[in-house]
């Protein structure tokens, strides 16, 4: 199975700053394979993120992903009110898993 | 639009069955895979498994945490998949989301569309 580590467990910020969100994966992971998803409380997860960098439909463009191998960033260059939220990363390239997630708290 | 509601949480007691409802509309429930996804409260989101398309056979895959205890049918006539968990113990006690795949397909890939959950508590 591939774990998937995301870093920091919590990002505290304040609206305008950029965040930077880390996924490390336990082994490679084709990149075409990695997607990155918004949950905020009370909701569903909606999929922000996929190809490890191609932005889902209605995303803004403050939100970007890179990365490859083992290593995935997620970033949003201005942190808007309600980017405020928890993000996951997941992957597909073998079975499905799911990173723990990070919490971006206003600060 | 896209919709996805589950129905058919509660509480329930360790050992007995409970049934999932995922009622789909706004687009052509069959052509798609469809996933259940768990989150524990206050904890991160789990896949439990998922269902291919009848043009890919209609077969299904699961999470070793569930396997042999939790079964996935679809009704593509009615476009209800559903999520039959037998042999409940408390931790599955989560909000259990279907998910629409992007794929059709022979493998789980990645999900654009969400129902909003329904919670299961597994508790005597």
């Known amino acids: 199975e591939i774990v998937l580590t995301q870093s920091p467990g919590t990002l505290s910020l304040s609206p305008g700053e950029r965040a930077t969100l880390s996924c490390r994966a336990s082994?490679?992971?084709?990149?075409?394979?990695l997607v990155w998803y918004q949950q905020k409380p009370g909701q569903a997860p909606r999929l922000l993120i996929y190809?490890?960098?191609s932005r889902a439909t209605g995303i803004p463009d403050r939100f970007s992903g890179s990365g490859s191998g083992t290593d995935f960033t997620l970033t949003i260059s201005r942190l808007e009110p309600e980017d405020f939220a928890v993000y996951y990363c997941?992957?597909?390239?073998?079975?499905?898993?799911f990173g723990g997630g990070t919490k971006v708290e206003i600060k | 639009e896209v919709q996805l509601v589950e129905s058919g949480g509660g509480l329930v007691q360790p050992g007995r069955s409970l049934r999932l409802s995922c009622t789909a509309s706004?687009?052509?429930?069959?052509?798609?895979?469809m996933n259940w996804v768990r989150q524990a409260p206050g904890k991160g989101l789990e896949w439990v498994g998922f269902?291919?398309?009848?043009?890919?056979?209609?077969?299904?895959e699961y999470a070793a945490s569930v396997k042999g205890r939790f079964t996935i049918s679809r009704d593509d006539s009615k476009s209800i998949a559903y999520l039959q968990m037998n042999s409940l113990k408390t931790e599955d006690t989560a909000v259990y989301y279907c998910?629409?795949?992007?794929?059709?397909?022979?493998?789980?890939?990645?999900?654009?569309?969400w129902g909003q959950g329904t919670l299961v508590t597994v508790s005597s």
């Open positions: 706004g687009f052509t429930f069959g052509y798609y895979a």
């Open positions: 082994q490679s992971v084709s990149s075409s394979y």
């Open positions: 997941q992957q597909y390239g073998s079975s499905i898993t």
């Open positions: 190809g490890a960098s």
């Open positions: 998910a629409r795949d992007v794929s059709s397909g022979w493998y789980p890939e990645l999900f654009d569309y």
């Open positions: 269902i291919r398309s009848k043009a890919y056979g209609g077969t299904t």
